[in-house]
């Protein structure tokens, strides 16, 4: 399993086409990796930051979808025109508990 942490801010530029894409890219990461994404989650702060949280179960879906050109060119618009500040970090999950209890 791997953990995504994507935190970013948003420009002044990030407006509806942001948000749009946002969106279609969410329908498309659902749709491309079904069941071996596990779970999203999305926070901001009070001061603007945003955290998005990903479980992926395996690499060769995380593969697909990090090689996927909608997904590129999305990117490239990210850092071109609606992020002021971005981070990403990618980690294999060693082990997990829940509940007390080891996953």
Do not use: C
């Not at 399993?1 to 407006?15: E, H, Y």
């Not at 948000?19 to 926070?43: F, I, N, Q, S």
């Not at 009070?46 to 060119?73: C, I, M, Y």
């Amino acid at each position: 399993m791997f953990v995504i942490l994507f935190t970013s801010r948003l420009s002044d530029d990030a407006g509806e086409e942001y948000y749009a894409t946002e969106d279609r890219m969410r329908e498309r990461v659902r749709a491309l990796a079904g069941p071996d994404l596990m779970e999203v989650k999305h926070y901001t702060g009070e001061d603007g930051e945003r955290l998005a949280v990903v479980f992926w179960k395996n690499a060769e879906t995380l593969e697909q979808w990090r090689a996927d050109p909608e997904h590129r060119e999305a990117q490239q618009m990210g850092r071109d025109r609606w992020y002021s500040s971005y981070d990403l970090t990618v980690a294999e999950v060693v082990r997990t508990s829940a509940g007390g209890v080891d996953v």
